[in-house]
């Protein structure tokens, strides 16, 4: 008998689970097109949750009837046709706003039920999907956006991220996981698509001279962060689609659904070990998977922000453009997508740190392409601050945020860029309203997580917004989950306190020492002094 048997054998069931089971989520389309029609106020409540099966979320407040929609750009991939449909759906019905998030989406606000079938119908007709953007089930399948193009790579991710995403995301069998489920394929040496922190991580290796990829499992972070484990096996290329779908089939068949906060794989792959994961996935396979090579090894940082220009494989040029926090504008992505067409080959990528990534740009162009983006915002040479920073969407939109995020790391920037102007490190700021850990705050130089408490510790006194602290935290080579200090500081006063943090780091650090390094030589105590 599976974990899902058990679970569910004779006890009441939540009430995701319990909605999951009356109707397929996938099937509510035939709903939000009734809903287009009838209005906001006929949406019944447990429809209403299974929108996010297609990447609809009602946003603050939701009493405002206004809509928040994400837009599944597999690997980041997209075309500058596709491009202008997204920048179009912003101007037309968002207000002229979107978001780039670090999975590689486009969310875009201030939506109506009546625009959903306009809008996804527009999607469909370039190619682009919102089913499984959200929701328990294969979301996204994020990868590295020089995929194909990277001359230092191990090997291409990019086919292969689309082929998981064609045959899993959507796909009915998986309409019903435990939980969300994350997939991510890194081909290059850096691993920038973060596999210590996905359900499934596949990550480029080299086995006796032939390319594929090893496999990570059960990462994932919110309030109680794991970092995946090596399952230790190599994968050859025709191998990866099936590994994909079984681990998915392990998941789906014996993940946890008693209680949705122990409902991750991370939990399984923590309570049965690699050991047992791999001989149930190899059962299902039907054939013993190689061992990974023996010297395998994680890269010394997985952090690569894209931003900047690269020199592809065939000559040309990837640039990198730095968004601020990002959030961008219609008019900037009407833009990009001009940019991509005049001067490339019309293909254009999303990162995992909320930039954005022009192809295919001949050597001619770069320095006209470097001078129109910073013309309309969007930099390719520019602080490390503004590299380095992300945040969440935050109170402005989603109901489960307690803090201000877009609006407080612009803040956070431009008082850092006036405080240490060309600094030389290479430093992560990742801000969060809530712990759902959107933005990986425990894993960056600095994570902050947006919370509320009560002034002078009086239990009826107002609520204060406040930042959570955590330091160090670093994926790759000796990864660790970031420290998290005791004190809280005054939302209005957090770039206060990170200039004189790393104005400490720039005085007391040793020769060749990164911020990881250099708080791993702290004991909490003076971490809790620092600054």
């Known amino acids: 008998m599976s974990v899902l048997t058990q679970e569910t054998s004779g006890v009441k069931l939540n009430r995701m689970e319990r909605i999951k089971k009356e109707k397929n989520p996938f099937e509510v389309w035939q709903d939000i097109e009734r809903y287009a029609l009838t209005g906001f106020e006929s949406i019944d409540p447990d429809d209403l949750d299974r929108f996010k099966w297609y990447g609809i979320y009602t946003q603050r407040p939701q ?7 994400r837009v599944k750009l597999p690997n980041g991939d997209a075309t500058s046709k596709q491009w202008r449909v997204i920048a179009g759906h912003s101007r037309r019905f968002g207000q002229g706003l979107a978001d780039i998030t670090d999975r590689q989406n486009i969310q875009l606000h201030w939506l109506r039920i009546e625009n959903m079938p306009t809008i996804n119908r527009e999607l469909e ?35 292969f991220a689309d082929a998981i995403n064609r045959a899993l995301a959507g796909n009915p069998e998986f309409s019903d996981l435990p939980r969300k489920y994350k997939i991510s394929v890194s081909g290059c040496v850096e691993q920038c698509a973060h596999p210590e922190i996905n359900d499934l991580g596949l990550v480029g290796v080299i086995k006796n001279g032939e390319a594929g990829f090893e496999a990570w ?10 970092l995946a484990k090596r399952l230790g096996v190599f994968i050859r290329p025709d191998q990866v689609l099936d590994v994909s779908y079984y681990v998915t089939t392990i998941f789906r068949d014996f993940g946890y659904r008693k209680n949705r906060a122990h409902a991750r794989l991370k939990f399984l792959v923590e309570d049965w070990g690699v050991e047992k994961f791999r001989q ?16 395998y090894q994680s890269p010394a940082s997985s952090y690569r922000d894209h931003v900047g220009v690269y020199r592809q ?26 940019m991509a067409d005049q001067y490339g080959s019309g293909r254009l990528r999303a990162t995992t740190l909320q930039n954005v990534v022009l192809l295919d740009i001949a050597p001619e162009h770069v320095e006209t392409v470097k001078r129109e983006a910073a013309t309309i915002g969007l930099p390719a040479e520019t602080s490390n601050f503004r590299r380095g920073t992300i945040a969440c969407t935050g109170i402005q939109f989603c109901k489960l945020a307690v803090a201000e995020t877009k609006d407080r790391a612009a803040g956070i920037i431009e008082s850092l860029d006036q405080e240490l102007p060309g600094y030389p490190h290479q430093i992560s700021i990742n801000i969060t309203g809530c ?23 009086n239990p009826k006194g107002e609520k204060e917004e406040v930042f959570q602290i955590y330091l160090g935290g ?29 104005k400490r780091f720039d005085a007391e650090r040793q020769n060749g020492e990164t911020f990881t390094q250099f708080v791993n030589r702290h004991t909490l105590e003076e971490l809790e002094a620092l600054s």
């Open 63 to 69: 009493s405002d009837g206004y809509l928040m929609l």
């Open 125 to 159: 007709e370039v190619g682009l999907s919102i089913k499984g953007a959200c929701g328990d089930t294969v979301r996204n399948v994020i990868g590295c956006p020089l995929a194909g193009v990277d001359h230092t790579e191990i090997i291409d991710g990019w086919p």
């Open 217 to 226: 499992v059960g990462g994932g972070l919110g309030s109680q962060p794991h």
């Open 280 to 295: 149930v996935l190899e059962e299902r396979l039907g054939y013993r998977l190689e061992d990974a090579p023996a010297d």
């Open 313 to 338: 494989k065939d000559g040309r040029y990837a640039i990198g453009l730095a968004t601020l926090r990002g959030r961008v504008n219609a008019d900037q992505l009407f833009a990009l997508a001009d």
């Open 435 to 457: 712990p759902n850990s959107c933005t990986r705050y425990q894993t960056a130089d600095i994570g902050l997580l947006g919370s509320l408490v009560r002034q002078d510790g």
């Open 474 to 502: 670093k994926l790759g080579r000796d990864m660790q989950l970031g420290h998290h200090l005791k004190r809280r500081v005054p939302a209005e006063e957090a770039k206060e306190y990170i200039v004189r943090l790393l």
